[in-house]
């Protein structure tokens, strides 16, 4: 039996070829929340930002929800955070362990086929459980332009117009490009609600005389240009395309614009608008989103609010909307991390604060007179209700110190607790909630954070019968995993290997998988397996059984694990003892329990861990393949994030396949017939 038809094939090798013979560019994803195309322009604006924002990274815990622009959950979303990866549930809903990012201006980036990408950038609490709300315009459909002729384009009823000359358009190489260009505009209101989440950044922009300055926005343009098959576009170096945006409430004849740099986070100045009539326009000269604001002179560098209600308990995960004193101007959105605080940034020194419930949102003013102040509620009203949960954090008989944990209702997205244990595993953290039957049984998803990006997942109840509640969450007999990878809805085992490397495993159909690659530097009986670097020994004659990190790079070991050369995998004792590398037909039965071959790829592979486009990608098996890329028989290193193939246990004496292989840009699975000489990652399969 084939797993791949013969028209679909011969597709495969030519990617192959492409991708592991000829070399001329290895696939290399962009540092996170790099531009996309950083041009001169965007290189002279990082040395300007890199020398008045710091490069101190702070650990933190990171949780959030992804929504679309009317505040519905969207599932889907892939998130970075720093080095890190996550997907949205159902609700929106995403959360990372320990990540580091940076101490005064941690990026948050969201991005969904079919939406403009969403950028947070906020201050966060170094060792708490910091949450953040991302909303996401739909793309629209897109206009289309010739670049060699330029012209007006109009978008969201007027609000957004873009005129661009004749030849103004280049490629992501600087090069300048005649085809056709896609554009995508969106405007970005400053008077609706939601608009804090939805705009990039956090209102934190570098002037032209090089320092940080609060600012107030008088509206936005989120544009993209792509080519007919999707990559990204630029404005071609020393041209400009002419952006006009309505002139909203009393704003002045001249106002700054400013540029959003992705790389930090931060605005920049980059010009004056004009104003026309009932409209501005200006001068762009790179394209992510453009920003009309005013500076805010009068402002504070830093300062931390906790926010406790009237019973003096601190209230966490609480969303507040941040505006001037009169109310008039939004300026961010936050949520108080696990303590009831946050941080902010060059803000006025005086805030309005607008506390938002489901039944009652609750306006504060605030004199910032130091570092640190605090924000007490008065008495709540209606159906709000402060609730404050405490307990024990357990592993059986164990207790998880010093250890975070989130609880987040399953059909009730608004339950939404978080905090972290004591010396002791005791905790209490207190939240806001409306409309609370105090007799239903809330089902609710408990995690706790055990290491190493790692948590236990399990569900229990709450029953909020009083505004006091006690309830212990006991983790014991619960799953262990990595949550990046993996699909968290479904249940895994674990085994580990002879050096200890501990892995999640699926079973799928009758069989049973590890969902991770493997990792082991030993053969089950004891035996080294040696660490093949460079090129002369990983091709010479008789190499002996071989390893190696992709690329030599040991920081890839924790998602892609180990390559392994075909002496290793001959010796049969890879695997932990009671498992083996699968053979030609233990693979044939899974793609045939998947779908065949047509439709197992993309239920194998993980929503991360691959490039764009992730055609296909469910994981709805479990199997969680990731691109770990392979060595060629040139030994050298190719297709991180775009392919990966695994190794059969023996030939097909028949068509010399020697492995299978999954693709980023298809979600078939197929074999493939290479020589002896290339280095394939390796899973297990239970005997």
Not at 291 to 312: F, G, P
Not at 429 to 455: E, H, R, S
Not at 632 to 651: D, E, L, P, Q, V
Request: some cysteine; charged content about 20%; overall charge negative.
């Amino acid at each position: 039996m084939r797993f791949i038809s013969g028209s679909l094939k011969p597709l495969l090798y030519a990617v192959l070829a492409v991708t592991l013979f000829l070399q001329c560019k290895k696939d290399k994803e962009l540092p996170d929340g790099e531009d996309p195309i950083t041009n001169e322009i965007v290189i002279a604006q990082n040395k300007r930002l890199e020398k008045v924002v710091t490069t101190t990274t702070s650990t933190a815990f990171l949780q959030g929800n992804v929504l679309d622009e009317n505040g519905n959950p969207l599932s889907g979303v892939e998130v970075k955070a720093g080095s890190k990866s996550q997907t949205t549930d159902k609700d929106g809903y995403f959360v990372f362990g320990e990540v580091a990012v940076n101490k005064d201006f941690a990026t948050v980036k969201a991005e969904k086929s079919g939406y403009m990408k969403g950028i947070r950038t906020f201050a966060p609490t170094a060792g708490a459980m910091n949450k953040v709300e991302i909303r996401l315009q739909t793309k629209g459909t897109a206009q289309n332009i010739e670049a060699s002729s330029g012209g007006e384009l109009t978008f969201d009823g007027g609000k957004v117009k873009l005129s661009l000359p004749a030849g103004s358009i280049a490629d992501a190489d600087g090069k300048a490009y005649t085809g056709t260009v896609k554009v995508y505009a969106r405007y970005i209101n400053p008077e609706t609600n939601g608009f804090a989440s939805v705009m990039p950044g956090n209102l934190v922009g570098l002037t032209d005389d090089n320092r940080l300055s609060g600012m107030i926005s008088y509206g936005m343009a989120n544009v993209e240009l792509t080519d007919n098959s999707g990559k990204l576009l630029q404005i071609a170096g020393g041209k400009t395309v002419k952006v006009t945006m309505p002139a909203i409430k009393d704003a002045p004849a001249d106002m700054p614009v400013w540029h959003f740099n992705e790389s930090h986070g931060l605005w920049v100045e980059a010009g004056k608008a004009t104003k026309s009539g009932s409209e501005y326009s200006f001068e762009a000269n790179h394209f992510s989103t453009w920003n009309l604001d005013t500076k805010v002179e009068d402002a504070v560098d830093k300062v931390t609010i906790t926010m406790k209600s009237s019973a003096n308990q601190s209230l966490g995960n609480q969303k507040v909307d941040i505006y001037t004193s009169d109310f008039s101007n939004r300026l961010r959105t936050v949520y108080t991390d696990n303590a009831g605080q946050f941080t902010l940034l060059r803000t006025p020194k005086n805030l309005g604060l607008r506390v938002i419930t489901e039944c009652q949102d609750i306006d504060r003013t605030v004199n910032i007179t130091s570092e640190n102040v605090t924000v007490t509620l008065p008495n709540l009203t209606g159906n709000a209700k402060a609730y404050q949960l405490s307990g024990t954090v357990k592993d059986c008989e164990s207790t998880y110190a010093n250890s975070f944990f989130t609880l987040k209702g399953l059909t009730e997205s608004k339950i939404s607790f978080s905090g972290k244990t004591n010396s002791e595993g005791k905790f209490e953290t207190n939240i806001i909630l409306c409309d609370v039957n105090p007799t239903t049984k809330y089902q609710v998803q408990a995690m706790v954070y055990t290491g190493n990006n790692t948590v236990k997942l399990d569900t229990i109840e709450l029953i909020f019968s009083n505004t006091t509640l006690q309830k212990d969450i006991n983790f014991c007999g619960a799953a262990e995993f990595d949550s990046p990878y993996l699909n968290s809805n479904l249940t895994y085992g674990s085994v580990t290997d002879i050096d200890g490397n501990k892995y999640p495993t699926i079973q799928i159909g009758n069989q049973i998988w590890m969902a991770e690659n493997l990792k082991t530097t030993r053969l089950n009986d004891g035996k080294s397996i040696l660490n093949l670097r460079d090129s002369l020994s990983w091709y010479s004659v008789d190499p002996g059984i071989g390893w190696c990190y992709y690329d030599n790079n040991e920081d890839y070991n924790d998602i892609y694990g180990k390559i392994y050369n075909w002496e290793a995998v001959e010796t049969g004792k890879l695997c932990p003892k009671g498992w083996n590398i699968p053979s030609e037909t233990e693979w044939e039965q899974l793609i045939n329990s998947l779908g065949g071959d047509s439709l197992a790829g993309g239920k194998m592979k993980s929503i991360l861990g691959w490039s764009e486009p992730n055609i296909g990608a469910t994981n709805e098996s479990g199997f969680s393949a990731v691109g770990s890329g392979v060595r060629s028989f040139f030994a050298t290193f190719s297709g991180i994030g775009g392919i990966t193939m695994f190794w059969y246990s023996a030939k097909n004496t028949t068509t010399n396949d020697l492995s299978i292989a999954l693709l980023s840009e298809s979600s078939v699975v197929s074999p493939n017939a290479l020589t002896v000489n290339f280095g394939f990652p390796c899973r297990c399969i239970k005997d």
